[in-house]
């Protein structure tokens, strides 16, 4: 039997706020660095804004947004490496504040991350083949239908990311709960229609720094 996903029960997801800060109350420092939160409820591929840690490294931590993985009731780990740092919880002031999450309302297909990097010629004069190496990982688009619905908070919330042309974070859960989250713009935002036909949307978000994929717990 097949261990590869369906595509039915995947949920994309848009950033439209902040919830409660959650108090950090001790960290184990490493590469990933561990946290400590009572009763946090979050879940892998979340993103928190982690603040308020002291320590004379503790700016390598405090600002940082991260994305949440290795999730259990009362811990959770985000990848800085705070390896050899002298970084504290600041007595349980230090605090991690997750974004809040909208669904995008009845998505019937996608497309992406399509991921590529440009090819840097490095032939030199005397070579006899051509000599390459790849350049910067360009993480692409990530292009969605929907079923437009003008009443869905989700789709309003892409149209006035479009619009604001304001960064946004996204989260993609597929039906195992594995996650892929990153951050992006969105491009376009279309809807079309035809005779005896439904009206349909399509939207197209233009990704921006790395893809975080977090297995399922």
């Known amino acids: 039997m097949s261990d590869g996903l369906v595509s039915q029960g995947t949920v994309l997801e848009m950033a439209t706020g902040s919830g409660g800060a959650k108090t950090i109350t001790a960290m184990a420092l490493g590469n990933p660095t561990i946290l400590t939160a009572a009763a946090h409820g979050l879940s892998n591929g979340d993103v928190v804004t982690l603040a308020n840690f002291a320590g004379d490294d503790a700016a390598d931590i405090n600002g940082q947004v991260c994305v949440v993985k290795n999730v259990t009731t ?55 083949a051509k000599h390459k190496k790849p350049g910067i990982p360009d993480e692409g688009q990530f292009t969605l239908s929907i079923n437009w619905i003008p009443t869905d908070a989700g789709q309003q919330a892409v149209a006035t990311a479009r619009a604001e042309q304001a960064e946004k ?49």
């Open 169 to 217: 974070n996204f989260k993609v859960t597929y039906e195992d709960g594995s996650t892929q989250t990153f951050a992006g713009y969105v491009l376009g935002f279309s809807t079309s229609g035809a005779v005896d036909g439904k009206v349909a949307g399509s939207i197209t978000i233009e990704i921006t720094g790395a893809v975080t994929t977090t297995p399922a717990a």
């Open 74 to 128: 009362n811990t959770f780990a985000v990848d800085v490496d705070t390896t050899g740092k002298t970084i504290t919880d600041n007595t349980d002031a230090a605090t991690a504040t997750p974004v809040t999450w909208t669904e995008i309302a009845e998505v019937t297909d996608w497309d992406g991350p399509s991921g590529t990097a440009q090819v840097i010629d490095m032939t030199y004069l005397t070579a006899t």
